[in-house]
């Protein structure tokens, strides 16, 4: 199965989201395989952000990435990159679909709650920068039996 990166930004923390964000992945059905709190530094985000290297923002974003210690999740599904982006909504949050996260919890372009890998392989380049093998956790989750039809698991 799937796996994906998952970073509750600073302004969720600061603002008492960790739970209702964590609690979403969790009702979707989603198995959490990795969990930690990490201040994040600049080398860290000059890799996580490099697509961003150019744009004028890139300082500030890393000021505020900075700001205050991370959450971060790696969770387990079926196509699950795609199903966390959906759930998670578009960059700007002020215009992100109603029922998403960014769309329920968030106003800006910039502090927007959470970060979510956005491809298979930068998942699973993200996962490796996140985490160390001992982080991640192999478990049954009796739960799939529910979740997931016979030919889905
Ligand atoms: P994503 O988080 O939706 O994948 P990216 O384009 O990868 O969006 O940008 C990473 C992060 O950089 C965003 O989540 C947001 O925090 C910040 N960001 C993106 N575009 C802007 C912008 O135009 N102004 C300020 N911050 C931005
Ligand atoms: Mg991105």
């Known amino acids: 199965m799937e796996r994906t990166l998952i970073i509750i930004k600073p302004d969720a923390v600061q603002r008492g989201f960790v739970g209702e ?29 490099s697509h961003l290297k150019d744009k004028p923002f890139f300082d500030s974003l890393k000021r505020f990435m900075k700001s205050t210690p991370v959450i971060i999740l790696c969770v387990e599904g079926v196509e699950v990159v ?25 106003m800006s372009q910039s502090c927007n709650v959470i970060h979510a890998s956005d491809t ?16 991640l956790f192999d478990y049954d989750k009796t739960e799939y039996l529910h979740v997931y039809a016979e030919d889905e698991r």
């Open 120 to 135: 298979v392989e930068n998942a699973k380049n993200e996962i490796q920068r996140f985490f160390e093998k001992d982080e």
């Open 21 to 49: 964000i964590i609690g979403r992945f969790e009702r979707k059905g989603l198995k959490i395989v990795g969990l930690k709190m990490l201040p994040l530094n600049d080398a860290l985000l000059s890799e996580h952000y």
């Open 82 to 106: 795609d199903t966390v982006r959906l759930l998670c909504g578009i960059t700007k949050a002020r215009s992100a679909d109603v029922g998403s996260i960014r769309g329920d919890l968030a």
